[in-house]
């Protein structure tokens, strides 16, 4: 079965760059959700999207963006990038309410 | 915030059931339970959900208290492969942020 696809699935960069992270869910899912997991840590919600719209937003930095596009895939976008922002990545989608989870993208801030 | 409190670590026998608790006394009418689990640093794995009633599928059985403010997720016959990090979140119906709190890491032993 089609799951959730994450690009890159590595990606290193230095302090104060920027980065994009894309997403796309698994075919017919209309939400989308992005999730920050730092070393250790728990994973934390960030922001999702329903149908193209936001739906609801949680710890997410005003560094940070995303949108969802009329094919349904995702774009988080980093700005002024710090140390603290090395972390798992991760997005998932859903149809109903179970939420599927792609691989993550491992960002690492230099 | 989370909701659910779960033991910091569990081991298990290889080939013996798997009992993880999860007490969630706060939760509403309207919430479901939810388990995930995580295997190192990999995207987190939906197990199974409930409202009221016990579920299983072929992954785990899921039992809930009558008065909803405890459960169980039951691996019926623990592999190694079944070692990682699992979620036990409340989330309402439609809800959007899953906040995963600290999980259980469960060790399966040979």
């Known amino acids: 079965a089609a799951g959730v696809i994450q690009s890159p699935r590595h990606l290193i960069k230095e302090k104060r760059e920027t980065a994009t992270l894309k997403c796309y869910p698994i075919?017919?899912?209309?939400?989308v959700y992005w999730y920050q997991q730092g070393p250790g840590q728990d994973p934390q919600f960030l922001i999702s999207f329903y149908e193209k719209m936001q739906s609801d937003k949680g710890s997410i930095p005003d560094r940070f963006s995303a949108q969802q596009f009329s094919d349904y895939h995702s774009e988080l976008n980093m700005s002024s990038l710090e140390l603290g922002d090395s972390a798992l990545y991760f997005c998932a989608s859903s149809l109903l309410d179970e939420q599927y989870f792609g691989p993550g993208t491992r960002l690492t801030v230099t | 915030d989370a909701k659910t409190t779960q033991p910091p670590s569990m081991d298990c026998a290889e080939g013996r059931a798997a009992n993880l608790p999860c007490n969630h006394s706060?939760?509403?009418?309207?919430?479901?339970v939810y388990w995930y689990r995580q295997i190192h640093s990999q995207g987190p794995q939906y197990i199974i959900h409930g409202l009221k009633n016990n579920e299983t599928n072929e992954m785990a059985s899921l039992i809930i208290t009558e008065d909803r403010k405890s459960s169980t997720l039951i691996l019926p016959h623990a592999t190694l492969r079944d070692t990682a990090v699992y979620y036990c979140i409340v989330i309402p119906i439609r809800g959007n942020q899953f906040y995963f709190g600290t999980g259980t890491s469960l060790t399966v032993i040979p």
């Open positions: 075919p017919r899912h209309d939400t």
């Open positions: 706060t939760i509403s009418g309207n919430e479901y």
